[in-house]
Every structure is written in structure tokens, then in C-alpha cells.
């Protein structure tokens, strides 16, 4: 589980897995499947490379000495990553050389060479068999430049410079997490005719059963011209006239197929040009379908609508890093993937943060049924004139080229006001001013001209700066005790002409209103860093659902990426362990984004008294008006004990009362606890007539008891040790309910068993407690430490994800096992693997009894939200005393346990000891005495 490793340890590893590509080409599959010619080839594969830091090329005329260029590079990684096999991210410039053969010559009579980049970032100079081509300037989208005139029959050179400082002025993203710099996507050629088509947008038009064609080509046409357009049941032919560059016409869909989510279908044609100077031929598709707003019947808000249906917003932050490649994903299969696994957690869609996103990856939402969302990319300077025209070119050539593609319902213009701010030279205060406003309006109202088919929203805020938008979103990140409160007044806030999330003297119109980025990393003081998200997700997704005005959600973030570890899967995009099934049989994530949702309990920080009568309040939320007859809410109560012991308590169901979007109160359980000591689960199933479960759901609650019960127990607190030694160090957090120790070492504990106890009435003695290993977290090693235990730290902590203060990694694919002995006065009466060093969903206690910061609506906020091994839990062992044992604590009275891991094993995994207010179970270290 516990990763633990440097990020830069981490890519200097996967460097191996990159030696696949000395006998393929990366990437081989056609870059851009909305707009693919038929004759084209591909240049990705290894190129001579040379680093230019003393940016020197030019004037000592390197694009005339390319072959001695003594490095090797593959395309198309940035030469940042690893995944390139240069991996220099310091370099500002660097030097490409290749030769090439055109394959099947034949193929390409008649026709004219393009050398395409479908993107390299930022400045771009090609050279061809030693003749200066053409230069380019921008990161993230495709360009191209006719090299037939200077092509030899045989081989030919080709030598590409690229510059990529680092400029305020230039629109670069997130790069931060890993440079994009230099050629980072397919670099193919590709045969044309003299006119081309350069552009073919579809805007479908499902009310009416139609699409509009818009064809561009590169020069004027000649003479008439016919245009064709085949496959997916269209055959259409129609004539363009002399003399235009551009050409509409209006197609009638017959048997009219939507694209939707849950059938995806896209209408895949060819568009052929024929003329006089002409004869192209491009295939490439589009979706009919419908992105608008809504109004809800009967209530004062609006959803987005897919097709004309309201749809709720289930979205998480897709950073869309890689930690080989950063920006580009290694193959085609990854992309398809990575789709699948936003699908596969029950999303809807998910919002490309800040990059114009790889066309491929785009495809498979396409192809798949996930929507986007599509930021445009940010500069981090001033809106100066250079930034600006520079982002101007980046969004209209975003927009441009990705307009076909149906899986995108929102362009995002700017997010949290990067770019937007301006420093006063007299106050030095930044201001978002009314000049800079009245640029993003016109952005949008040009933006929304351009492309009529989406949602425009002018800024994704976290600043409450809206100008103009057609989604009024908000970023929020809370500790969960604090989204009640908050969302009531996001509630209240929402209202036609209300200033809230506006900026100066605009306001809010009769727009679909959800969040944008949510979740609990920004939270805590210093983020959360790496920890079980389950806990506070699943707080927050009920609080969510309660209020259904609010249309969506959008959680950062999908994956964790280089100093995040809140994503739903790891960097590499192995699995997290989010303990669910095992609180509620059958649950997993998606059952947090079901359109029908059970909600029950006040919330997860309860402590009833044992023995008492309690109802449990329970509603059901609906966020769509597709809802099944007789529905039925079925509830089981269950739990564990002081022992570590699962109790099941009682079971029941309730005829469920749903209404269309809206949060709908049920009949109250009641329940009569028992009167000991237990962690219980109220779960829930929300089923059809048919008993097929649509919703699982659950709510965690403490019942304390004073009773002592029939079984003889003696207990000691993790804190309360005779004596402890180990190698590393060992600590006693969450005010001593929990201690550990790294590395090898003992914990040593004394029991003493009551008076009235005779030798010949007791059955057996049993040592009981909660376990778990404990990985060397960086956090707590002194200088030097790791490196004895052969861990490396990077000087750059952030990107450790041990080492932020509230950290202890979530349970994932990876296990840190312990070998435990276990001693009772001085007999060994156990040997254990311990499996691993667990934090997710079932370490409730862990969660319930973190101390809270500032209260939501407080003036005071000088507390902050801090955690403190939150989640973290054991797994319960068991040992009996051997009868040697046995008989010495009968005779002494005592009975001395040691928990040691042994200097001489190879899994020296250090050891954790759970008290009954941490972890999982309500149990401090137990002996107890079974009697006969």
C-alpha cells in the first residue's frame, strides 16, 4: 500500500518500460479520427535529438550538421518526460533530426506532401534536406507545412527546432506537473491534393432531424465542384460553385440515431471534393445530439440537458497527466481506458483541466458515451497584449478542431482567474478589471457565435468572479463537517439577479448552477495530502444529494497526479481500496453516483447510548423522473463489538416515496440498540419489484455502553505499554488510541486478571486486538533514516506523498506487510503476517474522533482543519495462550504480552495497535477468559 516513493525515483524506473518502443512505433494508429485522409504516414519512432541550452543552434547553423546530433529521442514525448529517454526539463530549446523514405510511392502521385504536427509546443522551425520550411508559434494544437517542392525521391532530412521557454505570456496549463516542451503528439505526413479541404464542422439539429455542413477548403474552387458525403446510412451529394472557399449545406437525417451515453452512436462518413483543382477525400464523423438547460417542471432551477432530458452532473477533474509521458498517454489503449475508467465509477463526464486534450482521447469519449468538458489553456501572467493573442489562437484552434466531437457539452475560457488579474502599480493589488471583463464577455459571446452546439462558461471560479456564463459553477474544498452549512448557502445564494458568484455589477440569469471542482485536498491546512478520500466523498455525495437545485458535482480529481493524491485512482492509474464492500456488501463507488440515492442518518460523527431507542432518519434523493414502480428501502443493522466480533442487530424495509428531482424525507427507522459497546452500520438497498438493487448506501454510527457483560475482559490502551523498543521510532498518535513502531521492535504489555479467577473453571485465555503494520512514512524519519531503510526522499517534499502533515495513505494495490510474534509471559503463542497498513472508508473510529478545526459560520477561524491518521485501521488477531503460558498468568495473575517483529525477518514492517477509539473496532488490546 504504501507507495511512499519519490516522484522522481518513480519516472527514473518506468524509464525501462520504454524500451518496448526500439521495435514499434509509439502511437501508430491515425492522430485525429475526426478529420483522417487515407495516404498518410507516420513519423513517430526514435529521432536524433540534441539539447541546446546556450540556445546556440541558429547561429553556428545546426540544421546543416543535423547527423551529428548524438542523442536519441522518442517522438512523440515531450523531451521533459521520461517517457522521451531524454528526459531534459531544464532545456528551453532542443534540436530534431530524422530521415525518411515516403512508403508506396504510387499511393501518392498526383498529390502534394504535408508534414503535420498535430502539436508541439511552443516555437517551431522545419527544415527539409537543408531548405528552411516554415515556422510555427503555440502549444496544443495541429499545424502543417507543404514540403513537396523541396522532396528528394529517395531519402530525405528533416530537422526541427523547437524553443519552449517558459514565459509568462505563453498559455501553458499545468504544466508544472511535468513540461510539455517540444514535439509532444504524432508528427505524421500526409498526401493532399493542390485544394483541400482544411475544415468540415457538422451541427446537428435533433429537434429537426438534421445537420449543418460547413466545408472549407484551403484556396478557392476553380470551378463547380462536387461534394459527396457517405457511410451511416447518409448518402448526399451536392455542387459548390466557383470561386468559394467555403460551402454549407443542410442534410435531413432519416431514422434518426442520437448519440447518449448509454448508446453512443456516431455517424461515420467520408466527405469527397471533386473539381477542377481539387479531389480530396476525409473521413471523419459526428453524433447527433443536443446539449442545452433545462428548466425542472415545478421547481426555480435548471439542469443541463442531454437531448432535450435534464441530466445530472457527475464529473471529476481529469488533470490527464501521465507520469511517463505527462501530457501524452503511451498508446491508444491507455486513452480507450481511461475513458472506461471514468465510466466504470459511474461518472458522467469528465472536465480536461487546462489542456486542449489529445484528439485520440477525445475519440474514445466519442466512441465510449462520456461527456467533456474542455478548458481552454491558461497563461500565468498579466492579460497583456502577447498573452492575449496568444490565447485567442489557442482557443479558436481548440474550438476549431474539436468541434465534431459529441462528447463535448462545455467550453471552459479561463479557470479560477488565472490570466485574469492585473497588479496595480501604486496599491501592488491584483484586480480582475471591468477592461479584462469586458474581454472575456466578448470571448464568450464570440465563442458562443463560433460554435452554437455547447455551454460557454467564461471562468471556472474559486474567486465568486462570474461575468457572463451559460453554468453558473463554483469550486468549494471543506472538511465534510463543513458542506452542510456551505451548500445551504450556496442554496439561498442562487437566484435570478443575485450578485452572488458574480463580479462588480454582473448577476446571475435563469442558468443551470453546480460545482466545479469539490472535494476535501484543499480542505485541511496544507491539503490533505495523500489519505482515504471515501470518508469525507461519501459525506460530501450525501450533502450533495440532499439539495438537488444544485445540478452537479465536478470531484477533484480523477487520478492522483505528482503533489495530489485525491484522485480516485493512482499516477499510474492502479487501483485505490476504498473498503466499502466490506461496511456494506456489494457497495462501491458507483453507488455514490446513482440517479436514485438513499440517504440516511444525521450524519457521521453519532454516539448513542447503549440500550436506548433511536430513529434513524432516512430520505431518498432523485436527480432524473425516470423512476420504477413500487420501490422498496431495504435496511440492515449490524455491527462490531468490544471483541472485535461481527453482531447482526435487525433488518427490515419501507415502501420508498420518490419524487422527480427532489430530496424526499421517508418514515424514520427505529431502532433499539443493544446495550455494549459497537461500531454499527445502518445499510441500505434501494430496490426494484424485481428485488434488482439500484442504490446502496450506508451510515456509520458509535453506541457506548457502561454495561460489562457476561465475558471476563481485561483491556490496556495502545498507550498504556510496559515497555516499547524500536529500531526507526515509535509514537503514540491520536492522543494515544493508537501507538506504533517502525521498523523492528516490541511492544510490551502487562494484564492483570481479576482475583476471584481458579485455574480449574477457565477454558482457555485469548489475546485479541487491532493490527496492522507501519510503513516508514517519510514524515516521521529523521535525516538520513530513509536512506538506512533504503527509501529515497526527494528535497522537494511536495511531491512525497508520505510526507505532507495530514497524511496516511490510502489502501491501494501495493502492500506493506509485517511478520508479528506474539509472546505471553515469554512463550510464543503466535506468528502473523500482517497484511498491511490500511487507511480507507473502514477505519470509521480513526475518522469519527479526528478534533475538528473552525466551525462552519464561525468568525473565529484560527483553528485549523488538521488530521491525524485519519482512516487508518487494523485487521483483528487473535492468539491463545499455549497451557505453559496459561499456566503461569493463573499463577502470577498476569499475563505479559509482547508484540515484537523480529530484527532477523526479511518484512521488519514495524507494527500499529488500535485502541477502542481508533481504527475499526471499538476494542483496546483484550485478554479474555473463556470459562469452562
Not at 524553443?163 to 499545468?174: A, F, H, I, T, V
Not at 428485488?691 to 483491556?715: D, H
Not at 498518535?733 to 473453571?761: C, H, R
Request: proline residues 5%; glycine residues 6%.
Amino acid at each position: 500500500m504504501k507507495t511512499n516513493i519519490s516522484i522522481l525515483f518513480l519516472l527514473s524506473v518506468v524509464l525501462f518500460s520504454c524500451n518496448k518502443f526500439k521495435s514499434e512505433i509509439p502511437l501508430p494508429e491515425h492522430p485525429r479520427p475526426n478529420f483522417e485522409r487515407a495516404v498518410w504516414q507516420n513519423l513517430n519512432g526514435y529521432w536524433q535529438f540534441k539539447p541546446d541550452s546556450a540556445n546556440v543552434g541558429l547561429t553556428e547553423n545546426w540544421q546543416n550538421e543535423a547527423e551529428f546530433f548524438d542523442q536519441e529521442i522518442l517522438v512523440p514525448f515531450s523531451w521533459a518526460s521520461p517517457a522521451s529517454e531524454v528526459k531534459m526539463p531544464d532545456i528551453h530549446v532542443g534540436w530534431y533530426y530524422r530521415t525518411f523514405k515516403v512508403e508506396k510511392p504510387k499511393q501518392w502521385d498526383g498529390k502534394e506532401t504535408y508534414l503535420n504536427f498535430c502539436a508541439s509546443d511552443f516555437n517551431t522551425t522545419v527544415w527539409i534536406n537543408g531548405k528552411e520550411i516554415d515556422s510555427h508559434s503555440g502549444g496544443y494544437t495541429p499545424f502543417d507545412f507543404n514540403i513537396s517542392e523541396h522532396l528528394n525521391e529517395g531519402e530525405n532530412q528533416i530537422v526541427v527546432r523547437v524553443e519552449d521557454e517558459e514565459l509568462q505570456n505563453r498559455p501553458s496549463g499545468k504544466q508544472y506537473y511535468g513540461n510539455a516542451k517540444g514535439i509532444w503528439q504524432t508528427v505524421y505526413l500526409e498526401a493532399r491534393s493542390e485544394n483541400h479541404i482544411s475544415l468540415i464542422h457538422f451541427t446537428p439539429d435533433i429537434d429537426k432531424e438534421e445537420v449543418a455542413v460547413k466545408i472549407q477548403f484551403e484556396k478557392e474552387t476553380k470551378s463547380n465542384t462536387k461534394f459527396v458525403l457517405l457511410g451511416s446510412g447518409i448518402d448526399f451529394n451536392g455542387e459548390i460553385p466557383a470561386n468559394k472557399k467555403v460551402a454549407e449545406f443542410t442534410l435531413s437525417i432519416e431514422n434518426m440515431k442520437l448519440w447518449d451515453l448509454d448508446n453512443p452512436f456516431l455517424y461515420k462518413v467520408k466527405a469527397f471534393v471533386i473539381g477542377e483543382n481539387i479531389n480530396d477525400e476525409v473521413s471523419t464523423y459526428f453524433g447527433m445530439r443536443k446539449i442545452s438547460a433545462v428548466e425542472i417542471p415545478g421547481k426555480d432551477f435548471q439542469y443541463v440537458a442531454l437531448n432535450n432530458k435534464p441530466l445530472y452532473m457527475k464529473l471529476a477533474l481529469d488533470q490527464s497527466y501521465h507520469p511517463e509521458g505527462f501530457y501524452t498517454f503511451p498508446s491508444d489503449k491507455f486513452m480507450k481506458e481511461e475513458i472506461q475508467r471514468a465510466k466504470d465509477l459511474g461518472l458522467n463526464g469528465l472536465r480536461i483541466h487546462i489542456k486542449a486534450e489529445i484528439p485520440r482521447k477525445l475519440y474514445w469519449a466519442d466512441k465510449l458515451g462520456l461527456l467533456i468538458q474542455e478548458d481552454i489553456p491558461n497563461f500565468w501572467g498579466e492579460p497583456d497584449d502577447i498573452a492575449k493573442a496568444n490565447w485567442e489562437q489557442v482557443a479558436e484552434e481548440e474550438i476549431a478542431r474539436d468541434y465534431n466531437s459529441p462528447s463535448i457539452f462545455s467550453w471552459v475560457l479561463f479557470n479560477e482567474t488565472w490570466g485574469l488579474f492585473s497588479r496595480d502599480s501604486v496599491t501592488n493589488k491584483r484586480d480582475y478589471t471591468p477592461e479584462t471583463q469586458d474581454w472575456v464577455r466578448d470571448w464568450y459571446h464570440k465563442t458562443k457565435a463560433y460554435d452554437p452546439t455547447r455551454l460557454v462558461e467564461d471562468n471556472s471560479p474559486c474567486n465568486w468572479d462570474h461575468v457572463i456564463t451559460d453554468i453558473n459553477t463554483w469550486h468549494r474544498y471543506s472538511p465534510a463537517r463543513h458542506w452542510s452549512g456551505f451548500l445551504d448557502m450556496i442554496i439561498d445564494s442562487t437566484f435570478h439577479g443575485s450578485k452572488h458568484n458574480y463580479i462588480d455589477e454582473n448577476i446571475q440569469t435563469d442558468v443551470p448552477m453546480f460545482n466545479s471542482e469539490c472535494g476535501a485536498v484543499w480542505g485541511y491546512s496544507g491539503s490533505t495530502g495523500d489519505i482515504d478520500i471515501t470518508w469525507e466523498y461519501h459525506i460530501m455525495m450525501n450533502e450533495f444529494r440532499k439539495r438537488p437545485k444544485i445540478a452537479g458535482f465536478l470531484f477533484t480529481e480523477f487520478h492522483d497526479v505528482i503533489n495530489e493524491w485525491n484522485g480516485y485512482y493512482r499516477f499510474d492509474r492502479s487501483k485505490k481500496v476504498f473498503g466499502l464492500d466490506e461496511l456494506c456488501s456489494g457497495m462501491n463507488m458507483e453507488d455514490f453516483h446513482k440517479d436514485l440515492y438513499v440517504v440516511s442518518g444525521e450524519d457521521f460523527f453519532q454516539t448513542f447510548e447503549g440500550g436506548s431507542t433511536v430513529e434513524i432518519p432516512v430520505g431518498i434523493s432523485a436527480v432524473t423522473n425516470n423512476i420504477p414502480e413500487n420501490l422498496k428501502t431495504k435496511y440492515s443493522v449490524y455491527g462490531w463489538n468490544e471483541i472485535g466480533e461481527k453482531v447482526d442487530l435487525t433488518n427490515g424495509e419501507l415502501d420508498a416515496s420518490v419524487v422527480p428531482f427532489s430530496f424526499a424525507e421517508q418514515k424514520p427507522v427505529e431502532l433499539q440498540l443493544p446495550d455494549n459497546n459497537m461500531v454499527v452500520i445502518f445499510a441500505t438497498t434501494l430496490e426494484d419489484k424485481n428485488g434488482n438493487v439500484l442504490q446502496r448506501n450506508f451510515v456509520p454510527f458509535k453506541v457506548q455502553s457502561e454495561n460489562a457483560g457476561s465475558l471476563i475482559i481485561v483491556t490496556k490502551s495502545p498507550s498504556d505499554f510496559k515497555d516499547a523498543s524500536w529500531s526507526i521510532k515509535n509514537i503514540a498518535p491520536q492522543n494515544g488510541n493508537k501507538v506504533w513502531g517502525m521498523g523492528s521492535g516490541y511492544f510490551e504489555y502487562e494484564f492483570e486478571l481479576p482475583e476471584n479467577i481458579t485455574a480449574e473453571d477457565v477454558e482457555n485465555i485469548e489475546f485479541r486486538a487491532e493490527l496492522a503494520s507501519r510503513y516508514p512514512q517519510s514524515k516521521y524519519l529523521e535525516d538520513g533514516e530513509a536512506e538506512r531503510i533504503g527509501m529515497t526522499i526527494v528535497s522537494e517534499k511536495g511531491t512525497d506523498n508520505g510526507y505532507g502533515k495530514n497524511s496516511y495513505p490510502q489502501t491501494d494495490e501495493k502492500l506493506h506487510s509485517s511478520l508479528l510474534k506474539i509472546t505471553a509471559n515469554d512463550q510464543k503463542i503466535a506468528e502473523v503476517e500482517i497484511s498491511d497498513d490500511p487507511a480507507d472508508h473502514r477505519g470509521i473510529l480513526s475518522w469519527m474522533n479526528q478534533e475538528p478545526g473552525w466551525e462552519w459560520g464561525s468568525e473565529d477561524r484560527s483553528k485549523p482543519w488538521l488530521l491525524d491518521e485519519a482512516g487508518s485501521y487494523g485487521y483483528l488477531v487473535k492468539a491463545v495462550l499455549d497451557e505453559t503460558s496459561k499456566k503461569s498468568a493463573l499463577e502470577t495473575g498476569k499475563v505479559i504480552i509482547r508484540l515484537y517483529v523480529d530484527e532477523s525477518t526479511q518484512n521488519r514492517g514495524g507494527l500499529s495497535i488500535y485502541g477502542k477509539d481508533s481504527g475499526m473496532f471499538p476494542m483496546d488490546l483484550t485478554i479474555i477468559v473463556n470459562q469452562k
